[in-house]
């Protein structure tokens, strides 16, 4: 079965909602893909719609977000796709788009004249001695159990890194009746405070955005929970599950671990284009290269959001406005000067909250304190890999020869969780990591050969 | 100027075994690539060791089919070869010589079969055909619609990721100079000696190698010469690891299939699907650049997979991938010394994996003077016509 759209849209988070309603409004036929069964994206993850939950996501800081959900979800011209993986994106000699998407129902195709990518990041993989143990998790895990599942994953939990976020997740896991044993930032206050007030000044039109880690502080204050600097969590303790989190000044009993030091733009689609990438923030992983219009290198294919690069939920809102103005333009259906004319207040926006999104990066530095690893700690999980296998082959190769003879990175991720990993190991800054290949999602054989 | 007696470009899986064989009777040897060892063709290839006759030989007329049934005597070679591999370099590559079928579906197919194994069998290789019962009672996997098998017992398969790099090791030990990442700007005939510049270095040398896959023609560009290997962008496809249920090198004599089960669990399905090679700015063939996957191949490709063993529908596809390799203008491939150019050698094209380190010994051995006679069906003099023009 195809579907012909003017527009798809790869994710249905903020920057993909955003996108979708502008060009909606626009009356352009649009598209919008997501894993999820419901809008929402990671930031508003939703619960499934059976669950009944008071007061979900009611926090005012999520106020515009939500607003933007529920308009999103309202607009039925807006053709939803959910629980749908796009596993492989082409561009047709004729210029227009396939994209071969995957569900437990098997595959179908949608075919459209500009696809924008809007497929958010996902939590950087750190490896660290125990890392692999039952109960370790990343911390944004953690939070889509939280928002999605209402689970406190753990009856005694440690959240340990060096990104802020980890404030506001502690803080959500005590509000909703689970224990924080510890919130544990590798980095020195100072250093967090000497950034923040470098850069703050840079910033200052978006100091607002540091409110709910300063109210995410009060919280676990009230509650008693530990918040300790200069405290990098270097081992996971146990045997068969997590026992205790391990930092300089002593162990830390707990059952469950949040691991959480920052954030990698999902790439896979863009790199199987071969469209130009950049090198993301201090958290490594690959951002896609853009025009003024959110344009990729490949003619037609925008991109939005944190696919882009990191920098949160309303960056991510106005770069999709932006994004969607673009396409809109570019087909016509507004003039460009109109679509340059309603898009400048969203750009003076988008370049304000990146200015911000650059001040967290510096805080949120995870370079200096990447735990030490072991020579048996898995850097590539999927295949097990250790770092004694990785070690000898260093030796000047490029990431995808390492691959080759070590395995690390041929599993089912994609190499998208060690990649980060194996690219710090070779400290090759010209590499461009793992060829991109299809399927961006593990899919059925018998799928694909009808 | 750093001083061998022979150089080698191309640092795959036949550039590398000349060296180990040519350094284990102690001749000074320097191996080059211009980026790691054993990432083009070497390592992207899926591992097959086929030593039936290929169906890409059947498929284009009885001429070649008799012509290329001549391989048998090498492929003789190999089987030996792989069995020693091993032991010889102390390393476990995951070689396994479980056995191979090429199976037919249709009574047309059937014949073809009959054909081929008679062929080989006059070649003395030791290859049978089988009904489709028994091809399920060795093989339990195998659709109820597989009429018919060829059956060697020799075949199987060895991990590509790992040989190329195992053997360029024990090179190295036995004094073999490798220099990775270094790309040949240019070659030159002075008097006896092959001098090769790069960027940091020269290297000169009375003998020379190029084993360079797809990328042969370029460098023997460099010399003057003619070599008419052209790429060619293949398909192949590595499911998730699931519980050892295929033991053997299965392939198709009338479809393109080959599968194999890897050590570590991933079934890997390929047998020879085109993909599409990207073109450089100038609109030449991109070699530095993975080809795209074409849906139909990839598509048809894993149909036969599924026809030939249907349990394979329910396992996911984790990663397609494509690579690049060399083709010969008859198909056969290319290895000896380029008779316009003495002391020049050239190694490619076609079957490179399974026959590569029978090729790289019989060139070791040529090189330093003992002649083998096998390498007579592939010489390059067959093509001399090509550089009756050229050279310098």
Same mark, same amino acid.
Request: glycine share 10%.
């Given at each position: ?271 199987? +284009? ?47 406005? @932006? ?121 059925? =054989? ?5 | ?12 899986? =036949? ?101 081929? @194994? ?199 596809? @984790? ?14 491939? @290319? ?5 316009? +150019? ?20 019989? =060139? ?29």
């Amino acid at each position: 079965m195809t579907n012909h759209s003017d527009v798809a849209i790869i994710g249905g988070g903020p920057a993909g909602q955003a996108a979708a309603l502008t060009l909606d409004d626009l009356k352009l036929k649009t598209v919008v893909i997501d894993e999820q069964p419901r809008a929402g994206g990671q930031i508003l993850r939703q619960p499934p719609r059976s669950f009944q939950i008071p007061a979900w996501m009611e926090d005012r800081t999520y106020a515009p977000l939500v607003k933007l959900l529920r308009r999103f979800e309202a607009q039925t011209s807006i053709n939803w796709i959910g629980s749908h993986s796009v596993i492989g994106l082409r561009r047709r000699p004729d210029g227009l788009f396939t994209l071969t998407l995957c569900s437990p129902d098997g595959l179908r195709l949608v075919t459209a004249a500009r696809v924008l990518i809007a497929a958010g990041c996902q939590d950087l993989a750190v490896p660290l001695p125990g890392w692999t143990l039952p109960g370790v998790y990343s911390a944004g895990g953690m939070q889509a159990l939280l928002k999605a599942q209402r689970i406190v994953p753990g009856g005694h939990i440690v959240l340990a890194g060096t990104h802020p976020l980890q404030l506001l997740i502690a803080a959500q896991i005590v509000e909703a009746g689970g224990s924080v044993a510890a919130v544990l930032f590798s980095q020195p206050r100072g250093t967090m405070l000497k950034a923040g007030i470098r850069n703050g000044l840079r910033a200052l039109d978006q100091l607002s955005a540091a409110f709910p880690a300063i109210r995410a502080l009060a919280t676990l204050r009230s509650h008693g929970v530990k918040v300790l600097y200069d405290a990098p969590i270097q081992a996971i303790c146990g045997t068969d599950r997590v026992a205790a989190a391990q930092h300089p000044g002593g162990e830390i009993a707990c059952d469950a671990v949040g691991l959480c030091y920052g954030f990698v733009s999902q790439s896979s689609l863009p790199r199987m +284009m071969s469209a130009k990438m950049r090198k993301a923030g201090p958290a490594g992983g690959w951002a896609t290269l853009c025009d003024e219009w959110m344009q990729s290198s490949i003619p037609g294919l925008y991109v939005a959001g944190e696919t882009t690069g990191i920098a949160g939920a309303n960056a991510a809102m106005a770069s999709g406005k @932006i994004a969607g103005f673009g396409i809109a333009a570019e087909l016509g259906a507004i003039s460009q000067d109109e679509a340059a004319r309603r898009v400048s207040r969203h750009r003076a926006n988008h370049r304000s909250l990146l200015r911000f999104a650059r001040l967290l990066d510096e805080i949120a530095d995870p370079r200096p304190f990447f735990p030490a690893l072991r020579d048996d700690t898995l850097v590539c999980r999927c295949e097990e890999v250790a770092l004694a296998q990785i070690d000898p082959v260093l030796d000047g190769r490029s990431a995808n020869a390492v691959k080759l003879v070590t395995r690390c990175g041929m599993g089912l991720c994609q190499g998208r969780n060690c990649e980060p990993t194996l690219l710090r190991l070779l400290d090759n800054p010209n590499d461009p990591g793992f060829t991109a290949r299809f399927p961006a999602r593990p899919v059925a =054989i018998g799928d694909l050969a009808t | 100027m750093r001083k061998s007696d022979v150089l080698i470009v191309g640092g795959g899986l =036949i550039g590398c075994a000349t060296a180990w064989y040519l350094a284990r009777e102690g001749a000074k040897v320097t191996l080059l690539d211009s980026g790691d060892f054993g990432m083009g063709a070497s390592g992207q290839n899926a591992g097959s060791l086929h030593f039936q006759l290929e169906r890409r030989f059947l498929e284009n007329g009885d001429a070649l089919a008799e012509q290329a049934a001549r391989i048998a005597a090498l492929s003789r070679l190999a089987i030996s070869d792989w069995s020693s591999l091993e032991a010889d370099l102390a390393t476990d590559l995951h070689i396994t010589m479980n056995g191979g079928l090429m199976v037919a579906e249709t009574a047309e197919e059937c014949a073809l079969l009959e054909r081929k @194994i008679t062929r080989e069998n006059a070649e003395g290789l030791q290859t049978r055909m089988i009904d489709g019962d028994e091809a399920r009672q060795i093989a339990p996997y195998l659709s109820e619609a597989i009429c018919a098998a060829g059956y060697s017992p020799d075949e199987g398969h060895a991990d590509a990721r790992l040989v190329t790099h195992a053997i360029a090791i024990a090179a190295a030990k036995d004094g073999t100079v490798l220099r990775p990442r270094c790309r040949v700007q240019s070659i030159e005939k002075a008097g006896r000696k092959y001098v090769i510049s790069t960027a940091e270095e020269q290297f000169a040398a009375s003998q020379i190698l190029i084993a360079c896959g797809a990328w042969t023609a370029h460098v023997a560009a460099m010399l003057n010469l003619h070599i008419p290997l052209f790429p060619v962008g293949l398909l192949m496809n590595a499911t998730e690891r699931v519980a050892q249920a295929v033991p053997h090198l299965v392939q198709h004599v009338g479809r393109r299939l080959s599968m194999k089960q890897t050590h570590s669990g991933n079934l890997l399905i390929g047998g020879g699907w085109p993909s599409r090679m990207a073109l450089d700015a100038e609109g030449r063939f991109a070699l530095y650049r993975p080809p795209a996957v074409i849906e139909s191949s990839l598509r048809d490709n894993l149909r036969v997979a599924i026809d030939v063993a249907p349990m394979i529908a329910t396992i996911s596809l @984790i990663r397609s991938w494509t690579g690049i390799t060399a083709i010969s203008a008859d198909q056969l491939p @290319i290895v000896g010394e380029i008779p316009a +150019m003495p002391g020049c050698w050239v190694a490619g094209g076609g079957s490179a994996f399974t026959l590569g380190p029978t090729f790289a010994r019989l =060139i070791a051995q040529s090189m330093s003077g003992k002649k083998r006679e096998e390498l007579e069906i592939v010489a390059p003099s067959r093509f001399s016509h090509l550089n009756s023009f050229m050279g310098q």
